[in-house]
Structures are given as C-alpha cells and as structure tokens.
C-alpha cells in the first residue's frame, strides 16, 4: 500500500476566541484555504477544558458555551513549514502541536503544494469553503 510523509498539525481554541472580528477557527481555515493548504477539517467539541481547569459541556440550557474547537490540518511537510508561521499567529494563546504523520493509500496524492484544496468545517454538518474565496 503506497505512504506519502506529511505532518497533522492540530489548533486547540474556544469556540469564543476571536482573531479580530472573526471566530479565531474560522480566521485559521480561511487562511489554510486562501494559502492552499491540501486540507483541514474543524471539530466543535462536546466538553473540554483549558489552563482555567473550567469544563465547558454542549447543553440545550446554554447554546452559547464557549466550546473546545480543534482545526486539524494535515499535510506536505514544506507546505507546513510554509504557512506554520501565520497560523501560530492566527491561534493566539490556542495550543498548536504538529507531528509526522504517514497518509495511506491514494490519499497522498491530494498532499500538494498548491490551490486547489477542499476545507471542510465540522460540528452542525460539514461547510465548504468556496474555491474563489
């Protein structure tokens, strides 16, 4: 089965953090996609907690928790090296942890250096981030 090295670079934030006027998860996949990173995906968490030691949980009674949202990014290892930088700029005080990874399979072959990438944000249901964006 053929392996392509790449590196999964994850973004641990709040669902409450803003970079500037925008959710600080939105402002990193804007970016990833704007830069054409190969892809990333967003996952809104159901509980978590951070340095506060305070657990925020999903509950109907308060639909505006500030949740735990991670941006995963998997990709080429210079493509990492590349746009790392701006998105440790863009996570703030997030946590941000990068580790070598091998994608299996002809899912390597999407592991690229330019445009072209599909970003996906989870939670409610997948959103794709429009390719003239």
């Known amino acids: 089965m053929p392996s392509t090295p ?5 973004v641990f934030v709040g669902e409450a953090d803003h970079a500037g006027h ?3 998860w939105l402002a990193i ?3 990833l996609r ?3 990173a190969a892809g990333a995906t967003v996952t809104r968490g159901v509980a978590g907690f951070g340095v506060h ?4 949980t999903a509950s109907i009674l308060d639909l505006s928790a500030d ?23 863009l996570a703030g005080s997030g946590i ?4 070598n990874v091998e994608v299996v399979g002809d899912a390597g072959d999407h592991l690229h250096h330019g445009r072209g ?3 996906a944000a989870g939670g409610t249901g997948p959103t794709t981030v429009p390719e003239d964006r």
Do not use: K, N
């Open 6 to 10: 790449g590196r999964r670079v994850q």
């Open 22 to 24: 925008r959710p600080r």
């Open 29 to 31: 996949l804007e970016h």
């Open 34 to 36: 704007r830069e054409g």
């Open 53 to 56: 030691s305070r657990i925020h």
């Open 67 to 89: 949740l735990p949202m991670v941006v995963t990014w998997i990709d080429a290892p210079d493509a990492v090296e590349r746009l790392l930088p701006a998105v440790l700029d």
């Open 96 to 99: 941000v942890t990068v580790e």
């Open 117 to 119: 990438a599909t970003v």
